[in-house]
């Protein structure tokens, strides 16, 4: 089986290229339908597990009153736990199916034993601005400022929430084995992927 996962900032094209990969290669194509099935294995809302898959869990703690800390449960935590061990059975049962590009998710850690092929999508800001601005619902208008604070604000939850899962660096070269820049265009990307897997 081949398996190529891509990790991606928000608003890079990292879904765009992954879409595009899948078809040109014949390969299966994962992302959104990962949300879907985890949601019917736990009997929880696309729209909830959806936030939870890209923000990191944070336990409670409640200090007692001699100082000391002890830790509370915390329900959020506990499903965001069990939503990841149901979002890594489903990545493995997935990558087993057949050939396959998977976007997000942690999948380049969760499936490493099968040696997939590690792309992480990157671009500058103005960059992603001008992507999301063309793919913005309708009716949004954000300023410039609001819209590169909205795409930090996403990145920090998805370089959290990897880190937590993964104890890895979110964007390091360290962890993948292909670095790319779509300021150049996707075109550019697609081939060089492309050329590399064939």
């Known amino acids: 089986?081949?398996?190529?996962?891509?990790?991606?900032?928000?608003?890079?094209?990292?879904?765009?290229?992954?879409?595009?990969?899948?078809?040109?290669?014949?390969?299966?194509?994962?992302?959104?339908?990962?949300?879907?099935?985890?949601?019917?294995?736990?009997n929880l809302s696309e729209a909830y597990v959806a936030r939870m898959v890209e923000k990191r869990p944070f336990p409670l703690f409640s200090i007692t009153h001699g100082g000391t800390f002890s830790s509370a449960y915390d329900p959020h935590f506990a499903l965001n736990n069990t939503i990841y061990n149901q979002q890594t059975a489903i990545l493995k049962d997935m990558a087993n199916r057949s050939d396959c590009v998977i976007v997000g998710r942690c999948a380049d850690y969760i499936l490493r034993e099968l040696s997939p092929l590690r792309v992480f999508v990157y671009a500058d800001m103005p960059h992603k601005m001008a992507r999301c601005r063309e793919r913005a619902p309708e009716g949004e208008h954000l300023s410039d400022r609001k819209l590169a604070a909205k795409i930090r604000a996403v990145d920090k939850d998805r370089r959290q929430y990897y880190e937590f899962f993964t104890s890895q660096k979110w964007g390091s070269r360290e962890c993948y084995d292909l670095m790319l820049n779509t300021a150049m265009g996707i075109d550019a990307c697609l081939a060089a992927v492309t050329a590399l897997v064939k």
Do not use: P
């Open 1 to 42: 089986m081949k398996l190529i996962t891509i990790g991606r900032e928000f608003g890079s094209g990292g879904r765009e290229l992954g879409q595009r990969l899948a078809e040109t290669l014949g390969f299966a194509y994962y992302d959104s339908e990962i949300i879907r099935e985890v949601a019917e294995k736990t």
